[in-house]
């Protein structure tokens, strides 16, 4: 990988500007996208985390190329999956197929993979779990 610039970093923060805009999602999640990497602490749910990513070279014929795994969770209030699943089919048709703009890497392909829903049974939290693939291009410096 580019000790410049991680193409998992690159690809989430695409994400987050892609997300970040979006009024209708702004509106399922309590009036602001609220995206994060750790759970907040004390936030009320309508919220979404970033899961786990993995990222794998994929590289063909001097192309350097990366292979993405990425998951999304869309926490809600307990007993209320239909919310985690209304924010969470929000970001599932803001993101499939999208043309993100990434810094230091194109993207090729991003892929809705999964949708499950889920309760957390120690908070009895709502969960939707989205998992995306990805393939990501390094630009070539200009």
Same mark, same amino acid.
């Given at each position: ?7 998992? !970093?690159?690809? &989430?923060?695409?994400?987050?500007? &892609? ?15 609220? !995206?994060? *990497?750790?759970? /907040?602490?004390?936030?009320? /749910? ?5 899961? *786990?990513?993995?990222?794998?070279? *994929? ?8 292979? @993405?795994?990425?998951?999304? @969770? ?21 993101? *499939?197929?999208? #043309?993100?703009?990434?810094?230091? @890497?194109?993207?090729?392909?991003? &892929?809705?993979g999964t949708l499950t829903a889920a309760r957390d ?5 709502? &969960? #939707? ?14």
């Amino acid at each position: 990988m580019s000790a410049a610039l991680s193409p998992l !970093l690159a690809l &989430r923060a695409g994400i987050l500007a &892609r997300l970040g805009g979006d009024a209708a999602l702004a509106a399922l999640m309590g009036g602001v996208v609220r !995206l994060y *990497d750790e759970p /907040p602490r004390g936030a009320a /749910p309508v919220y979404a985390l970033f899961g *786990d990513g993995e990222v794998r070279d *994929d590289s063909v014929q001097g192309a350097r190329r990366y292979r @993405h795994a990425l998951a999304l @969770h869309v926490i809600a209030k307990p007993g209320s999956t239909r919310t985690a699943l209304d924010a969470a089919e929000r970001i599932a048709a803001l993101l *499939d197929d999208a #043309a993100l703009s990434l810094t230091g @890497h194109a993207l090729v392909l991003l &892929r809705l993979g999964t949708l499950t829903a889920a309760r957390d049974e120690r908070t009895g939290e709502a &969960r #939707a779990t989205l998992r995306f693939e990805a393939v990501t291009e390094v630009m070539a410096a200009a």
